[in-house]
Structures are given as structure tokens and as C-alpha cells.
């Protein structure tokens, strides 16, 4: 079946970074576009970045472009996310996501604090 495991996230101190990995499987992953989103405590799940099949386009929230950068291996069916200059506001659970088969990866936590 169709699975998403993430994995990558921690504690880190303002300023730091982390590269957050979503592993796919049971699906022609270089077939379909793929997005990051996040949840903080007590908000709404947000799109923070996707990418599509072959690479081509991305697109990324306001707040985090510049910083973050998301990428695909579709060779090794893995998506990431290069987390840098962290920010507590970026504090959340991450989720990867396939938006044309409607599947969420677990989450994994990502937790800014000093």
C-alpha cells in the first residue's frame, strides 16, 4: 500500500537547521508532485512547500522562502526539506503529502527552542 514515512525532525536552537526526509513507497513516486506541510499547537495545518513530478516548479510560504528549500531523489523515492535559519514560529509537526492521492506521511516533529 501506499506509504509516507517521515523522519528528520528534533529539538534545535533559533538559527540552527535540519533536513527533514519523507520516505515513499507503494506508488510510482516520480509520477506525482509532492508537498511539505506543517501543524503548530492549536493552528491550522499549512502548506509550506511542494515540488512537482520532475522538479521543475516548486513553490514555498511566505515566511519561509529563503530559508527552507524542498527537493526529490525519485530515483531513491525520498522527498526533503532543508530547514535553515530555524525560528521558534517554525515550530510544528511536518507532514509530507501526495495532493493527487490525498495520503499524509505520519508527521515528525520539529521543535525551535533555545
Known amino acids: 500500500q501506499v506509504q509516507l514515512v517521515e523522519s528528520g525532525g528534533d529539538l534545535v536552537q533559533p538559527g540552527g537547521s535540519l533536513r527533514l526526509s519523507c520516505v515513499a513507497s507503494g506508488f510510482n513516486f516520480s509520477a506525482y508532485g509532492m508537498s511539505w506541510h506543517r501543524q503548530a499547537p492549536g493552528k491550522e495545518r499549512e502548506l509550506v512547500a511542494s515540488?512537482?513530478?520532475?522538479?521543475?516548479?516548486?513553490g514555498y510560504l511566505d515566511s519561509v522562502k529563503g530559508r527552507f528549500t524542498i527537493s526529490r531523489d525519485n530515483a531513491e523515492n525520498i522527498l526533503y526539506l532543508q530547514m535553515n535559519r530555524l525560528k521558534p514560529e517554525d515550530t510544528a509537526v511536518y507532514y509530507c503529502?501526495?495532493?493527487?492521492?490525498?495520503?499524509w506521511g505520519q508527521g515528525t516533529q520539529v521543535t525551535v527552542s533555545s
Open positions: 503529502y501526495i495532493p493527487y492521492l490525498n495520503i
Open positions: 515540488i512537482n513530478a520532475m522538479s521543475t516548479t516548486d
